[in-house]
């Protein structure tokens, strides 16, 4: 079973910077199609970004179009880690954060297939992020 582990939610004004990290325990995690999410209270758990396993070129990145400009995810095999740093935050990008990973190892060339929810089979406990205006 894959444990996954978020870190760095936090408070932070309205136009400031975060990353979140998740730490990953797969042996395997190169090969895993990582995913952020975000939750606010009363509403459905909604994509953020994800990334695919690196390539020569890196990784193949997907965001949510709320926060393409702003946040970009990326990951460090090495370590077992993906992050998503987030900048130019809003008080609407106040929610639980949640890491997903994906074991598939299934590509899609369609952006559409990394937004799903039951894409993915593991889960992180989520970490709050907090913006206040």
């Known amino acids: 079973q894959v444990q996954l582990v978020e870190s760095g939610g936090g408070l932070v004004q309205a136009g400031g910077s975060l990353r979140l990290s998740c730490a990953a325990s797969?042996?395997?995690?190169?090969?895993?199609?990582m995913g952020w999410f975000r939750q606010a209270p009363g509403s459905e758990r909604e994509f953020v970004a994800a990334i695919t396993r690196n390539t020569w070129g890196g990784g193949i990145t997907y965001y949510a179009d709320s926060v393409k400009g702003r946040f970009a995810i990326s990951r460090d095999d090495a370590k077992n880690t993906v992050y998503l740093q987030m900048n130019s935050l809003k008080p609407e990008d106040t929610a639980t954060y949640y890491c997903?990973?994906?074991?598939?190892?299934?590509?899609?060339?369609?952006?559409?297939?990394?937004?799903?929810?039951?894409?993915?089979?593991?889960w992180g406990q989520g970490t709050q992020v907090t913006v206040s205006s």
């Open positions: 997903a990973a994906d074991l598939s190892n299934t590509y899609f060339s369609a952006g559409y297939f990394y937004t799903r929810i039951q894409q993915y089979d593991y």
């Open positions: 797969g042996q395997t995690f190169s090969s895993y199609t």
